[in-house]
Nanobody
């Protein structure tokens, strides 16, 4: 069972930045595809960004050019750098992982088996 722990959420002004982190102590990130999802109140969980095992990234259209997903395999940590934040980015953000194969599309929740507890991002 992979345990994922997110941090870095909080409040920001529109146009500001936040960086989310997701740690998985004791696991080898290079063996997993990793993703960020978000869920706003009353809405379905949606894929934000994914980084495949080979480092290839994919993004939802709504965040392209503003968000950057990255990972540090040595630290077993996943990141989401969020710039030019908008009020529509307000949501609970979740990191997710899966041992599946290479992944080159906007992530879907059903394709990921391990989830963090979430971290709240509020943009005003």
């Amino acid at each position: 069972q992979v345990q994922l722990v997110e941090s870095g959420g909080g409040s920001a002004q529109a146009g500001g930045s936040l960086r989310l982190s997701c740690a998985a102590p004791g696991y080898t990130f290079s063996s997993y595809r990793m993703a960020w999802f978000r869920q706003a109140p009353g809405k379905e969980r949606e894929g934000v960004a994914v980084i495949s095992r080979d480092g290839i990234t994919s993004y939802a259209d709504s965040v392209k050019g503003r968000f950057t997903i990255s990972k540090d395999n040595a630290k077993n940590t996943l990141y989401l750098q969020m710039n030019s934040l908008k009020p529509d980015d307000t949501a609970m953000y979740y990191c997710a992982a899966d041992r599946g194969g290479y992944y080159y599309r906007v992530p879907r929740p059903a394709d990921f088996g391990y989830w963090g507890q979430g971290t709240q991002v509020t943009v005003s």
